[in-house]
């Protein structure tokens, strides 16, 4: 059974950091591009950031160039997800997602929460 836990979400002031962890049980890592989404209330939801099977190359939604870092450990079966300075419209539900081969994502965990007060 595939599962995806996500974890380390709180509260923060704006300009603090964050670090989220994904942990991944029941699937090789190594195989899977992971991603990083986000859903704030009454948004649809948006990608954040991917970090690609094999190569380990990333991407970034513009909103989190330069104050967000994904980082995957295979042999942890971990993805993790730095965030400084943080802003309120950073508010969101997180959540990791894994994409076999890079091909559409079909396992997602069930998010962790993420406030920034201004």
């Known amino acids: 059974q595939v599962q995806l836990v996500e974890s380390g979400g709180g509260l923060v002031q704006s300009g603090g950091s964050l670090r989220l962890s994904c942990a991944a049980s029941?699937?090789?890592?190594?195989?899977?591009?992971m991603g990083w989404f986000r859903q704030a209330p009454g948004k649809e939801r948006e990608f954040v950031a991917s970090i690609a099977w094999g190569t380990g190359s990333t991407r970034y939604a513009d909103s989190a160039k330069g104050r967000f870092a994904i980082s995957r450990d295979n042999a942890k079966n971990t993805v993790a997800l730095q965030m400084n300075s943080l802003k309120p419209e950073d508010t969101a539900v997180y959540y990791c997602?894994?994409?076999?081969?890079?091909?559409?994502?079909?396992?997602w965990g069930q998010g962790t929460q993420v406030t920034v007060s201004s």
């Open positions: 029941g699937l090789s890592l190594s195989r899977y591009t």
């Open positions: 997602a894994g994409a076999l081969f890079g091909r559409e994502y079909t396992y």
